[in-house]
């Protein structure tokens, strides 16, 4: 079983940057891949980003690509997104997630957050 909290999301005007982090409960943190999605009123959960059980491996969608930067600190149960350049579109709740493999698809994580709100202002 694995808990995880969200915390670092608020408001920011376009250009500005958020650092999210994700604390997770449990020993067996470092045996998961962890994922960011978004979701945003009226639409669908998004995928952000994910990360390998190690750090070793990095995926993120078309549209953060260059602009967000996800890592993972094993050693403090910790997985961070650094979102830089925020634009209006950017605002969204967003979610961490442990899976057992790094994939861009929700079904493929058996743990969430509770989210954490992002608004970006123009």
């Known amino acids: 079983q694995v808990q995880l909290v969200e915390s670092g999301g608020g408001l920011v005007q376009a250009g500005g940057s958020l650092r999210l982090s994700c604390a997770a409960s449990g020993r067996t943190f470092r045996s998961y891949a962890m994922g960011w999605f978004r979701q945003a009123p009226g639409k669908e959960r998004e995928f952000v980003a994910a990360i390998s059980w190690d750090g070793g491996k990095t995926h993120y969608a078309d549209s953060v690509k260059g602009r967000f930067t996800i890592s993972r600190a094993n050693a403090k149960n910790t997985v961070y997104l650094q979102m830089n350049s925020l634009k209006p579109e950017d605002t969204a709740v967003y979610y961490c997630?442990?899976?057992?493999?790094?994939?861009?698809?929700?079904?493929?994580?058996?743990?969430w957050g509770q989210g954490t709100q992002v608004t970006v202002s123009s």
């Open positions: 997630a442990a899976g057992l493999v790094t994939s861009p698809q929700t079904y493929a994580y058996n743990y």
